[in-house]
């Protein structure tokens, strides 16, 4: 039963590779479609020795994948706001641009939960191009992110899927 599982997500990890590689190449030329299933083999074959070592179990909650859609639709604004901080920057240049923030953050721990939280809140709350998540202080359960431009309300800009 675990082999089948693991050929699985082999699988599963290599279709999904092999597509994102599709996508990107946009040819279906037949050298790049070898390298293409070359390089989904070789990451997939990766990703399963990293899996197989387990470093740290992850259980994600649902809702947080359903608020997952919020730093991809901040993103197209978050470039407009880099565009116009570049422009500022040209125009009259500063050493230093941009605050670190910090908010109080609930999910520290060393369960799944708490795991597959940090992940998400660091890796989302990174993907729109004005902010990104420096890490997690456990000890003072705080998320500290850099931004180049202050946007309010803090906590949604730096914790999109609300897991505070």
Known sequence: M???RRLWFFAATWVCLAALWLLL???TYFPELAAGAACATL????SELVRAERPARVRPRARWLMRA???VARAPVDVGVLAVEAVRQLARPRRRRGRVRAIRFRGTGP?????AGRALAEGLGSFAPNTVVIGVDERRNVLL???LRRTDPVERSL???ELR
């Open 2 to 4: 675990q082999l089948v």
């Open 25 to 27: 190449v946009d040819t």
């Open 43 to 46: 990451a997939a074959v990766g």
């Open 69 to 71: 859609w919020r730093p």
């Open 111 to 115: 369960d799944a939960v708490a795991n």
């Open 145 to 147: 992110a850099h931004q």
């Open 159 to 161: 914790d999109p899927l």
